[in-house]
């Protein structure tokens, strides 16, 4: 039994992996379909300003709202390493078992608690949004339509905690394994060591893959993404960056 157990235990984790990628094809499964209906465009999203040009600070067309008629089973939205949790009364995130394996569900905005819920966040710049909203978010950095070059490296829906990000290509990584909910840097909301040093995504073509943590700095996040960043190997990093700002993932491997 001493010597069965690891091997089980290995399969089982397997067994998670695979069920993880094939969620995630049911959902760009249900992305695609959503463009197919719209031209090719991506959901509006959020607009982020109350009574703003979009009307809420929600706009009708989120895309965990967006997408929700495309497939059946809600629990598609799950990855099998992450529960569903649920807020507090005062609609502060509730904090079970640290942020690596958390999930998110719905609360006020996003409609009645438990109504949606999931373990993968959206890429906040595939979005056919051109509302006004914070000074970074600007329409020309987004991916509003599926006729793009390079589809394969933009990153569309990933394991997260949270329903959304906006990376951008200075933002500084997770500092430590784990870590709860970062408003700083966007960045370091998807970087949860939830799949042995990574995490699984889907992409804008649809493809789905795992990427390392530190190679999630060489995917084209934005239209202004530069892949060269200095915490990638093209522009230069090393040792010395990752143990200033992120020292649990210095063995990782680098991209």
Excluded at 38 to 50: A, H
Excluded at 121 to 150: D, I, L, M, Y
Aim: with cysteine; charged share 15%.
């Amino acid at each position: 039994m001493s010597i069965l157990m690891p091997a089980l235990s290995r399969v089982r984790e397997q067994a998670k992996v695979v069920l993880c990628q094939s969620n995630l094809r049911q959902m760009g499964a249900a992305f695609d379909m959503y463009t197919s209906d719209n031209n090719g465009y991506f959901q509006q999203g959020w607009d982020g300003l109350p009574n703003g040009p979009c009307g809420s600070i929600a706009c009708s067309n989120w895309w965990i709202h967006a997408i929700k008629p495309y497939y059946a089973d809600p629990d598609v939205c799950l990855c099998p390493r992450a529960s569903k949790t649920g807020w507090d009364e005062n609609q502060s995130v509730y904090w079970e078992g640290g942020a690596t394996f958390l999930a998110w569900s719905a609360h006020g905005w996003l409609g009645p608690e438990g109504s949606v819920y999931g373990s993968y966040g959206v890429n906040g710049w595939v979005e056919n949004n051109q509302c006004p909203t914070e000074s970074s978010r600007t329409a020309q950095r987004r991916w509003r339509h599926t006729a793009v070059a390079g589809a394969g490296n933009i990153p569309l829906l990933l394991d997260a905690p949270w329903i959304d990000c906006w990376p951008l290509h200075y933002d500084e990584p997770a500092p430590y394994d784990d870590q709860q909910w970062q408003q700083g840097s966007h960045m370091a909301r998807f970087m949860k060591n939830r799949h042995n040093e990574g995490i699984q995504a889907v992409f804008v073509d649809y493809s789905v893959r795992w990427i390392g943590l530190k190679g999630m700095y060489t995917l084209k996040w934005n239209r202004d993404f530069n892949v060269s960043n200095i915490y990638t190997l093209a522009g230069g990093a090393d040792r010395s960056i990752w143990l200033s700002q992120a020292e649990w993932m210095v063995s990782f491997k680098d991209y």
